[in-house]
């Protein structure tokens, strides 16, 4: 049965009687933008990330994700248009230093030729520098290093202070916020697949990724293939996704923060043979952090986290404990080839609904049994979602466009709630983009992507690699903002000196790093 009870109801009705339903103009949004920096062959870049965009390590806004060659464009969390005009401005300063280069906006890679030429991302000689660094060092061991180029947006989503304030009817305590975030992360959970359907834009792939055809792939040029009937490949089991459950027994659990927090810390501390037959060091230099289920809680790959701003070199469990959650981070989004900056607005104004129905809605507790169809369904989606038969496991089989239908429907009225908070009709419209993607497959980014790539006859690297130099061209045509580029400017020489403050502090007060290593994991 669908999970929209009459609690829903309720909840949106008092919303839409409320006086102070504006309070959902106040919704934070961040995003986070990952891209690999290529060359005019659409080969990974050969140089490192370029000095002038400031440190990696301290820098809030550019840094970089498992490679050096893997840039990361971190908005602070704003209002919803802030966020991607942020995201625009970035990309426009980036742009600046990267001469001949492009930023790829695929999500799948580029022409790779194997783990060798990947470069491990590099944050300097301290302590958290070399941290970060051998964590990587170690998915590349666990996982391939060609795994980890797989790119991204994430969409960061957190309520203001007043709508808890209201659905409380009164201040609320952080115990309070972070039970309703989790119900809303399960129904994120239960209707992920909804996200990889609509927004899924990666249903081919270079053949240079893979070593042998999959068994649901099919050969689209010589140098490419693809799922007939693909969303997001990325998603799919050929995508990044964690071999805990099967191999390791890492299972999370999301029916509340206490037992999200032990499962992660009890991961974090419960040794692998597997991966102690990799072993922790090897010739003086460390493979990985240890020879746990995880090295850190950050490597359970999960398509929605509940998150906590860190303080300092904090453990995210330990935020989570200390402070609840703070806002809810969806991972699930391929970057989109159809937008410069990789997601839409429509794309935004949607998921801003889709969280806000997610935390209006009842949502109990989820058994072993609705996870596993939980996970199901997103590689069904993943490899068959633009199949017109495609069918979906809810208690019973569903068709895939029944069940988009029941949700789309759930979901309007909140669009029409939010709407009427901002005063405006984006978020209608952006429900009408993604009706017409439930109507017609051929209009979601990865339907788009085929046919494109169909009439043009191009490879999925010659076609990405076009629409990155469009992009390329794009933003070099938009005249530079003198006082915004002198502002990142700032940030980006703040950013050196904090990484030389640190290493600084380092000398004067030396830590060996197996000191550090141990505080850190201390912290459990």
């Known amino acids: 049965m669908p999970l929209n009870t009459s609690l829903f109801q309720q909840r949106l009705e008092a919303w839409r009687e409320s006086p102070d339903r504006e309070v959902f103009r106040d919704i934070q949004i961040g995003l986070e933008r990952e891209a690999l920096r290529v060359d005019a062959e659409a080969g990974l870049s050969r140089k490192p990330h370029p000095e002038a965009l400031g440190s990696p390590l301290a820098h809030p806004y550019i840094t970089t994700d498992y490679s050096e060659v893997m840039i990361e464009l971190v908005t602070p969390p704003d209002i919803l248009g802030a966020s991607y005009a942020f995201l625009s401005d970035l990309h426009r300063y980036?742009?600046?230093h990267l001469g001949a280069e492009r930023l790829w906006c695929g999500s799948m890679p580029c022409v790779i030729a194997g783990d060798p030429d990947i470069p491990l991302a590099y944050y300097g000689e301290s302590n958290p520098g070399r941290m970060k660094t051998i964590y990587?060092?170690?998915l590349g061991h666990r996982y391939t290093r060609s795994m980890q180029v797989i790119s991204?947006?994430?969409f960061n989503c957190s309520?203001?202070?007043e709508f808890w304030?209201?659905?409380f009817g009164g201040q609320p305590d952080p115990d309070g916020i972070s039970e309703r975030y989790f119900d809303a992360l399960r129904n994120l959970l239960r209707f992920g697949w909804l996200i990889a359907y609509l927004f899924g834009a990666s249903p081919a792939i270079c053949r240079s990724f893979v070593l042998q055809k999959h068994e649901s792939l099919e050969m689209f040029t010589p140098g490419t293939y693809y799922g007939p009937y693909a969303t997001s490949l990325r998603q799919g089991s050929i995508g990044y996704q964690n071999s805990q459950e099967a191999s390791t027994g890492v299972h999370a659990d999301y029916n509340s923060r206490a037992g999200y927090i032990e499962c992660l810390r009890e991961a974090t501390a419960t040794p692998c043979p597997q991966y102690q037959d990799i072993g922790v060091r090897h010739d003086g230099e460390y493979r990985q952090l240890n020879a746990n289920q995880l090295q850190i809680e950050n490597e359970y790959y999960s398509p929605v986290r509940p998150k906590c701003v860190p303080q300092?070199?904090?453990k995210p469990t330990r935020g989570l404990r200390q402070r609840g959650v703070e806002y809810l981070?969806?991972?699930?989004?391929?970057?989109?080839?159809?937008?410069?900056c990789g997601i839409e607005p429509a794309t935004m104004h949607f998921l801003t609904a889709l969280v806000v129905y997610c935390l209006l809605d009842d949502?109990?507790?989820?058994?072993m049994l609705e996870q596993a169809e939980a996970d199901h369904n997103m590689q069904q989606v993943a490899h068959r979602g633009r199949d017109p038969e495609a069918t979906l496991r809810r208690g019973e089989e569903i068709s895939l466009r029944g069940w988009a239908d029941e949700l789309l429907a759930d979901i309007r009225p909140v669009c029409d709630l939010l709407d009427g908070a901002y005063g405006q009709t984006a978020f209608r419209q952006a429900w009408e983009v993604q009706e017409a993607k439930v109507r017609d497959p051929r209009q979601t980014p990865s339907g788009r992507m085929v046919v494109e790539m169909r009439e043009s006859g191009d490879a999925y690297v010659e076609w990405v690699l076009q629409r990155s130099r469009e992009y390329q061209e794009f933003f070099r045509a938009r005249p530079p903002d003198l006082e915004l580029r002198a502002r990142f400017d700032r940030v980006a020489e703040q950013s050196r000196l904090r990484q030389q403050a640190i290493e600084e502090e380092e000398r004067e007060s030396p830590v060996s790093f197996e000191d550090y290593l141990a505080a850190y994991e201390a912290q459990a």
Do not use: A, K, T
């Open 94 to 96: 980036v742009y600046d």
């Open 136 to 138: 990587r060092r170690g």
């Open 152 to 154: 991204g947006v994430h």
């Open 159 to 161: 309520m203001p202070e």
């Open 165 to 167: 304030r209201q659905e």
């Open 312 to 314: 300092g070199n904090e």
């Open 329 to 340: 981070e969806l991972r699930s989004l391929d970057i989109d080839p159809f937008d410069p």
């Open 363 to 367: 949502s109990p507790e989820m058994s």
